[in-house]
């Protein structure tokens, strides 16, 4: 059995509703012949919640924004982008592993790796999927290296984008992500995060489209 000065959410609530009430009243009325003090108080108590919630919320959002600081991609990078027309942008985001969907605002699945693959009897080609996720690996294939990664693209696994190579190579994307409004890949760069579209990922790593392009 409770003890007699034990309070529950039962017993409090019906005092702290009739408790606001009674401050709206307050506050609300000139003529009710309250106490200017209290009206005084009853606008504090009602209005510092939403005061410190504004607050908060600012204060979350320049955080945010300073986190979000764009910079400038690769020489490599930055000329295909600028030759293709594409406006993603490229964001400096230093944070942890198990922080960096919080830090960007989206889910694991929607932040993307480029894999670069290698076979003995074929030419390397590039797997796109989530950065938690394995990439897929045919028979007789494995997963490059960082160093020859490094000596094949100019880029250690980590930081590399999907697109932008100096050689065209042929892409495979994982089709789960291209569910998402938004995607984040490699930048090229450490801490460089790209934001780009579903459709545009797509349209950038189109093999057969660029090789007729840049053959032109």
């Known amino acids: 059995m409770l003890p007699r000065c034990a309070l529950t959410v039962r017993s409090v609530t019906p005092i702290f509703v009739q408790l606001v009430y009674l401050l709206i009243q307050a506050q609300s009325s000139e003529r009710s012949g309250v106490p200017q003090g209290f009206r005084l108080l009853a606008r504090v108590v009602l209005y510092f919640p939403i005061v410190v919630s504004r607050r908060l919320k600012c204060g979350a959002r320049m955080r945010l924004e300073s986190m979000m600081k764009t910079i400038t991609p690769p020489l490599g990078l930055l000329e295909f ?11 400096e985001i230093k944070s942890t592993a198990d922080q960096l969907s919080l830090a ?113």
């Open 81 to 91: 982008l600028d030759r293709v027309s594409s406006n993603a942008k490229i964001y």
């Open 104 to 216: 960007l605002g989206c889910r694991d699945e929607d932040i993307l790796t480029a894999s670069l693959i290698l076979h003995p009897n074929r030419v390397p080609r590039i797997s796109v999927h989530p950065w938690n996720q394995n990439a897929d690996i045919q028979d007789n294939e494995r997963r490059a290296s960082s160093m020859q990664s490094y000596l094949l693209t100019g880029y250690p696994n980590q930081w590399m984008p999907p697109f932008g190579l100096p050689h065209l190579l042929q892409t495979q994307i994982s089709t789960s992500v291209l569910e998402s409004p938004c995607l984040y890949v490699p930048a090229g760069i450490r801490y460089g995060w790209m934001a780009i579209t579903p459709e545009e990922l797509v349209s950038l790593t189109d093999y057969a489209h660029w090789s007729r392009v840049f053959a032109a």
